[in-house]
């Protein structure tokens, strides 16, 4: 390679016309999922006091913002539910109701767009009255009991017509189960995205207010959620969910984990998605409102991070500013 002088790579960043010619890594509308929590408590929108500009919304303001996603161009939202304190139990049986929160906005959604994917996270923890994402027996989870259920709540989606479902608990077989009963009920065309590789992460706190958990969390989560430390870990797991039928791997959270993103995509050339998680949408927030650092430009380097290391989409709250500034 040459050197400098001869070699003066300002050259190329010297004008706008040059350096879109150069640019190595872009973001469109094309890869932002728009992450929506949605809620019963009959109120219209409910603020989510540690997610500045996020708010839970009732069915009728989610078909309003699936909309305003599919007028913006962004393909897919992804729903997470609040759910009442007197429709949680122990077993999490909310999560199978047909004519529960999810299903009905689902279906709801589906009608009033053409052009729209809907994802849905397939976990039992808005639903537990003890906020793990799994039955207890005693102390511990049960991996088996759980992920029979865990099959069961993902038809229960399938059938409302959700196009992606979202195993986000970390049990041991669980997309497999899933797989084999959306076969069995003619629901071949679903699609599974797995939490594939999901961290005990201390970025979850806004998320578990925002679904009303984190009152409720006894212990914390690290027997099914992977340390921070791990990454052939990551790498285990991915393989077997893909055996096991996934057709896209997530990472969750997302920018603490650009390394573990970028190496899953170079081993499997998969689908690959990150969760910019409710943490990281709080920090950035905080920091914007306190004047501190420039709220778009941040927000569009965050996003363009979770591209450059691999990934074909994120999932995020950011969504449609991101959509409306791209658009600009």
């Not at 932002?32 to 219209?44: R, Y």
């Not at 759980?146 to 049990?171: K, W």
Request: proline content about 5%; overall charge negative; glycine content about 8%.
């Amino acid at each position: 390679m040459s050197e400098y002088p001869l070699m003066r790579l300002r050259r190329s960043r010297k004008s706008d016309w040059s350096r879109r010619l150069v640019r190595e890594t872009v973001l469109t509308v094309d890869d932002l999922i728009w992450t929506i929590v949605i809620s019963d408590s009959g109120k219209a929108r409910e603020a989510v006091p540690s997610m500045p500009g996020v708010e839970r919304l009732s069915i009728a303001q989610a078909v309003l913002a699936a909309k305003q996603a599919e007028a913006l161009g962004i393909p897919a939202i992804a729903l997470f539910p609040h759910v009442s304190p007197g429709l949680k139990t122990a077993d999490g049986a909310e999560a199978l109701n047909a004519d529960g929160l999810v299903p009905n906005t689902v279906r709801a959604i589906k009608v009033a767009t053409s052009n729209l994917g809907v994802i849905v996270d397939v976990a039992l923890d808005p639903f537990t009255d003890h906020g793990h994402d799994g039955i207890m027996d005693g102390e511990r989870i049960d991996n088996d009991s759980t992920v029979e259920r865990l099959a069961q709540a993902a038809l229960v989606l399938a059938e409302a017509g959700a196009d992606v479902v979202a195993p986000s608990d970390m049990m041991d077989g669980r997309v497999g189960a899933i797989r084999a009963a959306l076969e069995d009920a003619g629901h071949q065309d679903v699609q599974i995205m797995s939490y594939a590789a999901k961290y005990a992460s201390g970025f979850y706190g806004p998320y578990r207010d925002a679904i009303g958990t984190s009152a409720a969390l006894t212990g914390d989560k690290r027997t099914y959620q992977m340390d921070p430390g791990n990454t052939d870990e990551a790498i285990r797991e991915v393989a077997l969910d893909i055996a096991e039928g996934a057709d896209m791997i997530m990472v969750k959270p997302g920018m603490p984990y650009l390394d573990i993103i970028a190496r899953l995509k170079d081993e499997f050339a998969m689908p690959t998605f990150a969760f910019q998680v409710s943490g990281e949408y709080a920090i950035i927030m905080a920091a914007a409102q306190n004047g501190w650092i420039d709220e778009r430009r941040v927000i569009l380097e965050s996003l363009m991070s979770f591209k450059r290391a691999g990934c074909d989409g994120v999932l995020t709250y950011f969504a449609p500013r991101a959509a409306q500034w791209l658009a600009e």
